[in-house]
């Protein structure tokens, strides 16, 4: 495939299974869509047998505590789709409708691993209309409850660093730094699982969240103990997986990012206000075509629509 274009998937692909917090059960249908379309939900199964379109972007976004929820002002919406969703952008799928039944995402395994073998089964076709990529142009920075969040320029590619530190030994202090494409989101940061620590699930389980939480889906903590018994997938799975959240949160931006997002203990909600300080910055990115990311297409002012783009879970914010 020539680099810098649109893809879509060439064929549909099926997957099903139940919802973290939830625990309701949902079939994802995952069709190819037309060039400039976006990641699009199709939530079906609404009261009167309605179903509603939801554009994975960030004015869309109704919720990013536990996890990201798309929703609008009908009542519609579905949650939980970040695992998904970073898939999707780590494997640089730009245009995909995704049909689903439920009102949240299935869990899987609780990382992306399922959704790239989805991905894999269904195949990549090459698009006829180049990508748009959204340029950093100065640094761009938010700080929220200890941690941080910047956008820095860079000269290609997307960068990530997340750092993470949490006063459990069993986690610590990690961070973790790649460049992502295709290959790294396989390699590095894909088989990351979700995690939470059990005095917190019991809390959300008495609060109506996390009713499908099991060792199956989630790393699970006691103290400064992995319960899991097949132990941990990566030596810092912890910060990889907050790396892949971030991934899928700032695709919501709805192009792919040229530039470095650096962070300091992030979630869900600080990734979310990190887009919205980015995006009140008018001066601080720009929209280029691929691959010539120095040739300017033209200039968003915040809050401006863009095609559609594409969100993570993980330990709460």
Not at 48 to 54: I, T
Request: aromatic share 6%; hydrophobic share 45%; net charge neutral.
């Amino acid at each position: 495939m020539k680099p810098g274009f649109q893809k879509t998937l060439r064929r549909r692909v099926k997957m099903a299974g139940v919802g973290v917090h939830s625990a309701a059960p949902a079939q994802l249908v995952l069709h190819p869509a037309d060039v400039d379309s976006g990641v699009v939900f199709l939530r079906t199964g609404l009261p009167g047998g309605r179903e509603r379109l939801l554009e994975a972007k960030r004015a869309n976004v109704t919720q990013t505590s536990l996890c990201t929820m798309l929703g609008d002002a009908s009542g519609a919406s579905v949650c939980t789709v970040e695992h998904l969703l970073a898939a999707l952008s780590g494997l640089q799928v730009d245009n995909v409708m995704i049909e689903i039944d439920g009102p949240e995402a299935p869990i899987m395994d609780g990382s992306a691993a399922e959704f790239v073998s989805a991905i894999d089964q269904a195949g990549v076709a090459q698009q006829s209309r180049l990508r748009r990529h959204l340029r950093i142009l100065k640094p761009v920075r938010v700080e929220r409850e200890g941690g941080y969040a910047e956008f820095l320029p860079a000269d290609r590619g997307f960068r990530l660093d997340v750092e993470i530190d949490f006063q459990s030994p069993a986690i610590g202090r990690q961070r973790c730094a790649f460049t992502i494409d295709p290959a790294t989101f396989r390699r590095e940061l894909a088989r990351a699982r979700t995690f939470g620590f059990v005095g917190d699930v019991r809390k959300l389980w008495e609060a109506g969240f996390a009713l499908g939480s099991s060792l199956d889906n989630s790393v699970a903590i006691d103290g400064d103990v992995v319960l899991n018994p097949e132990g941990l997938r990566y030596k810092d799975e912890f910060v990889r997986h907050k790396a892949l959240d971030a991934i899928g949160d700032l695709s919501l931006a709805g192009a792919p990012i040229v530039g470095l997002y650096r962070t300091y203990r992030p979630g869900h909600r600080l990734n979310a206000l990190a887009l919205e300080a980015l995006f009140a910055t008018r001066s601080a990115y720009e929209i280029v075509d691929a691959p010539t990311p120095k040739t300017l297409v033209r200039n968003f002012a915040a809050g401006s629509h863009f095609p559609a783009g594409v969100a993570a879970f993980a330990a709460p914010d």
